[in-house]
């Protein structure tokens, strides 16, 4: 691999900005999609990682002509390096991920839009660069034009780039644009309050994710407009506005004028990307992204290459998250022989008793270049600190979290034997660790430390105000070096891991999961309540790629049966489960009896089911059926699918509904594939899809495309006017208003298909077992819905397939791998620590009145066991299970609860050394 020089030594630069400061060039931000201008010498946004400088060398001055060299003269660590050179480097692997991500489309393409030539017509992109803080005009959102103004009206066109081949070449869905548009204009209207005017321009909303129909429903109900129609061109006014024209739903035509249109342009594969995959070998789609299998999600064609994110196809941060897991333990399985032979153990210093000595505190106080010296008068702060009782050094650096500056920092411990620390800097939710290992290396316990934020919480707030800045300063230090002499080093129990995992669920998901884990060499039990393996996938007939789906599962159930590390519990129930992360056990009951099991982690995949419609006749008549049901006819070939001459699907039975409001994710591409399978058997034989919004989403846009030359009539219905089943005579008489004639048509149909929501299996006691929670809908709810999809704030506890939210094979497999990586990523530790910050129980002042119990949404509180010999019936702190949240804290009306590190003497003590005056 080649790797570009950047011209600043990574290991040195500190992120001061001074090179950028002194830079005399500017160039388009890229970043902030050429909305602003940045210098030749940048970091490429506020949160890059590693947060370092590089120069651009297209645009640097000495770099094309020589000259200047002014960031070289300026950086203080003497980080800028104009000799750095290409180098390539060989490396030897086992494996590969591709993650290269996509290429937004270019608009420009689109004429009739003219968004090369109007100021006021941008991108999604730049709009979303408008409405973050970090962006070109701070959040507040103004056009573009000379005038700069506030826009009262924006309008958003969909499917730029997307479901479009006449235009763009890209057929497919990009399948996260419709809820981009929608969070767009719900932050706008937040920004700029209830009078702004929204409206999204569509062909269908596709919001099929979990809890994005609810955030559409919300979006209505604050006004933001929706419009089912495609807008042709868009005219400029002299004042810089734009008029457009388009057909309205009841087939009037509308001229509106708008301030601000934002096209919502799609996903694409970037030409280097698809020349990439070529010479890797890798087979790519039709939409140029990488080809895999249904029942393979994340392996390319080419077996040791493996894929996630944007190039397995269009999707949103969720499931890239799923998928970049997935591809970790794909490869994971590969590199399993392999784990740990080149791990490499730093040595630790051994860490110092200082019970009994008095404090001996150090503060360093940082300048952090000019973000915290360009306000508060540092050295002033610092020669405060020195005066302050128990302080025994006390000095500034220019930037305290470089590496020198640690270095010096350790050393100054160990020399002046300093016993507590105190870093007035930034902010500690990205520092403190940094410090904290600081001071592991200098001996020290990493809970006698304390951070002052003067940055975040002063420079910046009193950026106009130095005097006060500068007071509060030394009040924060004050504070900090008070809290930080009460301190008292705190341990971290130390707990081993069972190496062995329980899977709850032998469906798709729960079986992925169990073969991901037991392949990389953990043993692993699945528990399925029913009498075999499969669970729904059972009754499915074939896959949108068109694999039979009872072949592929045939193959796995045999793989799980003789896989070694694999031991199946079919017809078992989970009776009881105690313990924790690391160490759980389990209570199995069955008709043969009851067994226990003692296993490190548990992932739950529970599934789901169809949802048993109440209208449209079902269960009156046998033609009458849901998309599973038509799915086993077609595993069992049933002769009347031929003999039918029409066949109607309704989809949206049961979902998107006042008692249900959330879309079923996998019906409408299930309905189009079998619309295609019948107009196979039999090409004569009518067959119409009735929809609300048709969410083919990705390249699943293909297979509708493919229904429609086929012959498929898609007839849109509306909610409060629904279709009407009826079934006198030999037909199935089928009423519904056809959308472009705005009359009712009757199909006499011979087949009725009831596109059924999926419903979670809602387990409250495996929910009480584990202590994780249920949404509304009785799915179950995922530690972070953008980052953390796959496992529960529960430690310990992984989530897939169904039981998250319903999905088709494939992200449901990538999904179950996804689970057993971040489980892998626990039991690979063999051994764990709890915080030391965690609460812990006085039993002699405690009244057993069982607030803590109550209240604790992670069930660290407890009673100890009237029959006890130590405190029968008082609470006790499971420090393995507390958070360290304090709410027990703050409700313990007995004062019988403390919370190590920041107990009521520490907090009040620091609130005392404030000078409020």
Known sequence: MTKHPRYIDETKCIACGACAEKCPKKVDDRYNMGLARRKAAYVEYAQAVPLKYAIDAESCIFLTKGKCGACKKICPVQAVDFDQKPTSETIHVGAVILAPGFSPFDPGRFDNYQYANLPNVVTSMEFERLLSASGPTAGHVTRRSED??????????????????NKCDNAYCSSVCCMYAIKEAVIAKEHAGDDLDCTIFYMDMRTHGKDFERFYNRAKDKGVRFVRSRVHTIDPMPDDSLTVRYVAEDGSNVEETFDLIVLSVGLQTNPAVADLAGRLNVDLTAGRFCATETFAPVSSSRPGIF???????????????VDASAAAEAAGEILAPARNTLTKVAEKTPERNVGGERPRIGVFVCRCGINIAGVVDVPAVAEFAATLPYVEFATDNLYACSQDTQDAMAQIIKDKKLNRVVVAACTPKTHEPLFQE?????????????????????????????????????????????????????????????????????GIAGMSAA????????????????????????????????????????EMVQAVRQEANITVHLNTNLSQVDGFVGNFKSRLTSQAGAATIEHGVAVIATGGKAYTPQEYGYGTDPRIMTSLELDRRFIANAPELDRAECAVFIQCVGSREPERPYCSRVCCTHSVDSALQLKKRRPDMNVFILYRDMRTYGERELLYKEARAAGVI??????????????AGGKIDVQVTDHILGQPVVIAADLLILASAVLPNR???????????????????????????????????????????????????????????????????????????????????????????????????????????????KAQINPVLCKGCGLCVASCRSGAIHLKGFDNNQIFAQISAINWD
């Open 148 to 165: 700069h103004g506030e826009p009262k009206k924006i309008a958003w066109f969909q499917c730029v780039g997307s479901r479009d081949l």
């Open 307 to 321: 894929v996630c994110g944007a190039f397995q196809g269009p999707k949103d941060i969720p499931q890239a998250v």
């Open 438 to 506: 600081t001071l592991i290396a200098a001996g020290l316990n990493k809970y006698l430390f304390e951070m002052a934020n003067i940055r975040n919480h002063d420079s910046w707030v009193h950026k106009n105000n130095p005097d006060l800045a500068t007071r509060k300063a030394k009040d924060l230090v004050r504070s900090a070096v008070t809290k930080v002499s009460l301190a008292n080093p705190l341990q971290e129990a130390e707990l081993n891991v069972n190496q062995t995992a329980m899977v709850i669920g032998g």
């Open 515 to 554: 073969l991901s884990l037991a392949r990389q060499g953990y043993a692993t039990h699945i528990v399925e309540r029913d009498h075999r393996l499969g669970g729904q996938a059972l009754n499915i007939h074939q896959t949108a790629k068109g694999e039979r789906v009872s072949e592929k599962l045939a």
């Open 714 to 727: 898609f007839i849109r219905y509306a909610q409060d006017n629904k279709p009407a089943v009826s079934s």
């Open 763 to 873: 387990d409250d006691q495996l929910a009480a077992f584990f202590k994780v929670p249920l949404n509304e809908d009785g799915f179950f709810v995922e530690r972070h819905a953008k980052l953390g999809p796959s496992e529960f704030a529960t430690d310990g506890v992984f989530l897939c397939g169904i039981a998250h939210y319903p999905k088709p094979i494939d992200e449901s497999i990538a999904q179950g791998k996804a689970a057993a990586s971040r489980a892998i990523t626990l039991l690979a530790r063999k051994r764990i620590f709890t915080s030391g910050q965690v609460a812990e129980t006085e039993p002699a002042l405690c009244s057993r009145c069982g607030v803590c119990v109550s209240i604790c949404p992670y069930s660290a509180p407890s009673f100890i066991a009237e029959d006890a010999r130590m405190h029968p019936g």
